[in-house]
C-alpha cells in the first residue's frame, strides 16, 4: 500500500517555475507606479485644502477614477511584495516570519479593497 | 582575557570551537559610504510609504463615509502633525522613486562602475528634493 502521494516527491527540489515571480512582478508594479507617482503626489498634495464636495467631484471624474483604481492596486501589491523582502531578511524566528507575513499580506489586501471601495462609492454614489 | 573569549567562541558556519575571525565590515565599526546609506534608506522610506497608505485608505474611507468624518480627516490633514506627515510622506515617495528607478537601471546590468555610483547617489537625493519642492511649489501658486 503507497500512502506516499507524488507530492513527497517534488516537495523541496526546487523550481516550480515561480521562483522568479515575486522579483519580477515587484518590477512590473515599480514601471506601472513612475507615472502613476507623479499623478498621485500632486493629488495628495492639494488634498487637504479640499472640501467633501468638491473633492467627490475630482474622484468621480473618470480619468481621476480610473487612475485611482489603477494607483490602489499597483501601489498595495508593490508594498505587500517590498515589506514581505524586508520581513523574511530581518525575522529570524520561523513562525513569526511566516504568520508575520501571512497578516502583513491580509492586512494589505483588506486596505487596498477598502480603497477601492471608497473610490468607487464615492465615484458612483457621490 | 578577551583572546580567550575569542578561542573559545564558535565559529559560524561551524560546530567546532576556533580563532573567531571577522568575517565582514561590521556595521559599528565601518563607515557607511553614501551609496550604502541611500540603500538602507531606501528600506526605510518603503516602510514608512506602507504606513502612509493605512492613512490613505483611512482617508478614502473617510470620504465616503460622508461629510462629517470627511471634515474630521481634513482637520488632521491640515494641523502640524498632518502636514509633517504629509510632506514627509512625498519627500518619501520621491526618494523611493529615484532609488527605485536606478534598481531598475542596475536590473539591465548597467550603473555598476564606482564614479557612476556615487554621481547617481547624489543625483538622486537631489532630483527627490525638486520633485517634493516642484509638487509643493505646483500647489502653492498653480
Known amino acids: ?126 | 582575557m578577551l583572546d580567550e573569549v575569542y578561542r573559545q567562541a564558535p565559529r559560524i558556519g561551524s560546530g567546532e570551537a576556533g580563532p573567531r575571525r571577522p568575517l565582514s565590515p561590521h556595521l559599528q565599526i565601518y563607515r557607511l559610504p553614501v551609496t550604502a546609506l541611500l540603500s538602507i534608506t531606501h528600506r526605510i522610506t518603503g516602510v514608512l510609504l506602507t504606513l502612509g497608505l493605512v492613512l490613505l485608505a483611512l482617508g478614502l474611507m473617510a470620504a465616503a463615509a460622508g461629510p462629517v468624518s470627511y471634515v474630521k480627516f481634513q482637520a488632521f490633514l491640515t494641523g502640524y502633525v498632518g502636514q509633517m506627515l504629509l510632506w514627509g510622506w512625498l519627500y518619501a515617495l520621491f526618494f523611493h522613486l529615484c532609488h527605485g528607478v536606478r534598481h531598475l537601471v542596475w536590473d539591465t546590468g548597467n550603473g555598476f562602475t564606482r564614479e557612476h555610483l556615487n554621481i547617481i547617489a547624489y543625483l538622486e537625493i537631489a532630483m527627490s528634493l525638486v520633485f517634493t519642492l516642484a509638487v509643493f511649489l505646483f500647489t502653492r501658486f498653480l
Do not use: C
Open chain 1, 1 to 126: 500500500m503507497h500512502y506516499r502521494t507524488p507530492l513527497r516527491e517534488v516537495r523541496g527540489l526546487g523550481s516550480a517555475r515561480a521562483g522568479t515571480r515575486h522579483w519580477w512582478m515587484q518590477r512590473v508594479t515599480a514601471l506601472a507606479l513612475i507615472p502613476l507617482v507623479f499623478w498621485f503626489a500632486m493629488a495628495l498634495a492639494a488634498w487637504p485644502s479640499v472640501s467633501q464636495m468638491e473633492f467627490v467631484r475630482w474622484v468621480s471624474r473618470p480619468w481621476n477614477t480610473i487612475l485611482l483604481l489603477s494607483f490602489i492596486p499597483a501601489v498595495f501589491y508593490h508594498a505587500m511584495l517590498g515589506i514581505q523582502v524586508i520581513m523574511e531578511d530581518y525575522v529570524h524566528t520561523d513562525w513569526i516570519k511566516i504568520m508575520g507575513i501571512l497578516a502583513m499580506k491580509l492586512l494589505l489586501a483588506f486596505l487596498a479593497l477598502a480603497s477601492m471601495f471608497a473610490v468607487l462609492r464615492l465615484a458612483f454614489l457621490g
